[in-house]
């Protein structure tokens, strides 16, 4: 089929577009992913005069501005007459599916973006109509990140990731102290403060180790640095775990988010709470990361008794299943901000190659 018209919606499909307005990427124009889910640079269909008179001015060129468009669709799975219908189980899916997709790409950098929208609707006889359209919760970022550039190993790597987790899902009851965590952690994402995206990142870790009551502290620095970096970084990384503990629960019983962090000095403390922030955003989207992506790991956490029995193995056993998810002494306080994320002085040296575009040097590579 001509790559023209794999672009196009079918002329008679159901479908679900997630459009991302001002996202940095580095893509092919056009990519099919394993799971079928089509990624463009520009939209699927035109977009006519009825479609401003619909959004209002403002919103229409936010949408014509975006350059990332995640789309599904389906062909089949309705009764006959009933392709205009929306709303039931056929749209819900597609929806959910493109959604949880993007979901599990955050999980894999910081993704700045201004705005993201979801459509959808249905194409009779080649011609779009959408019956659906919103804007999305938005996946904050934590002041001083790095830049992060969506690829399309990227793409097909959160496909991976969905796929594990749907099969996870299905498998275990809603109550799966996983599929918790996992939740805990995409609502931290979405959070803008600070505070409120280290006290769920620190939540989703403690869904990890099932602490025992009275010992969460202990148990979280104790066990959390088994999967936070190499034993040689041991002194580092406890510290950055216990201070992070800490300010979780002052901001849990709303006192400053920064009393803990007296012995560092005054000026320094907004700086060392978002470091430790990153730190935990970090941590968590690599443990959760490194479980859905492994299925040798995943049965350490079906339930309480497998996650119970996992930590009572030694410690060297559990750092080399974890395979040293991360390593969160790399990350560096930053003191140069620059629109939320750190100043390019603050980057490290080879950042500024990784961020140079490789999609059409790959394109030329696989013409030559």
Excluded at 7 to 20: G, H, S, T
Excluded at 88 to 101: A, C
Excluded at 240 to 261: G, N, P, T
Excluded at 311 to 337: G, T
């Amino acid at each position: 089929m001509p790559i023209a018209e794999q672009r196009a919606l079918e002329p008679n499909c159901k479908f679900a577009v997630l459009a991302l307005h001002n996202v940095r990427v580095d893509t092919p124009p056009f990519v099919i992913l394993p799971d079928g889910t089509r990624v463009l640079k520009d939209f699927p269909f035109l977009l006519d005069d009825y479609w401003k008179d619909w959004l209002g001015t403002i919103q229409f060129k936010r949408l014509e501005a975006c350059n990332l468009f995640l789309v599904r669709t389906a062909t089949n799975g309705w009764q006959e007459g009933h392709l205009e219908v929306s709303g039931g189980e056929i749209d819900q899916k597609l929806q959910h599916d493109v959604g949880s997709l993007f979901a599990m790409l955050r999980l894999l950098g910081t993704i700045e973006y201004e705005s993201a929208f979801m459509l959808a609707g249905y194409v009779q006889n080649a011609r779009p109509t959408c019956r659906h359209f919103a804007t999305t919760e938005r996946f904050d970022i934590t002041r001083g990140c790095l830049p992060w550039v969506i690829r399309e190993k990227d793409l097909c790597a959160a496909v991976k990731l969905y796929r594990s987790y749907a099969v996870l899902l299905a498998k275990f009851p809603e109550r799966w102290r996983l599929g918790r965590g996992c939740h805990t952690l995409k609502v931290a994402l979405e959070q803008y403060y600070a505070s409120d995206r280290l006290h769920g990142f620190v939540r989703a870790l403690e869904a990890l180790i099932l602490p025992d009551p009275g010992a969460t502290e202990k148990q979280f620095v104790s066990r959390c640095v088994l999967f936070a970096g190499p034993k040689s970084a041991d002194a580092d990384i406890r510290a950055a775990l216990r201070e992070a503990y800490k300010m979780r629960c002052d901001v849990e019983h709303v006192h400053d988010w920064d009393r803990s962090l007296q012995a560092h000095p005054l000026a320094e403390r907004e700086n060392v709470a978002l470091w430790r922030t990153r730190q935990m955003e970090e941590l968590a989207c690599s443990a959760y990361r490194r479980i859905l992506s492994d299925a040798d790991i995943q049965p350490h956490f079906y339930n309480d008794v497998t996650i119970k029995d996992f930590w009572n193995k030694p410690d060297d056993e559990v750092r080399a299943i974890f395979d040293q998810a991360c390593d969160i002494s790399r990350l560096k306080i930053v003191n140069k901000y620059n629109s939320g994320r750190a100043h390019p002085s603050e980057w490290p040296s080879e950042l500024f190659d990784d961020l140079r575009p490789k999609a059409k040097a790959a394109n030329e590579e696989l013409r030559a």
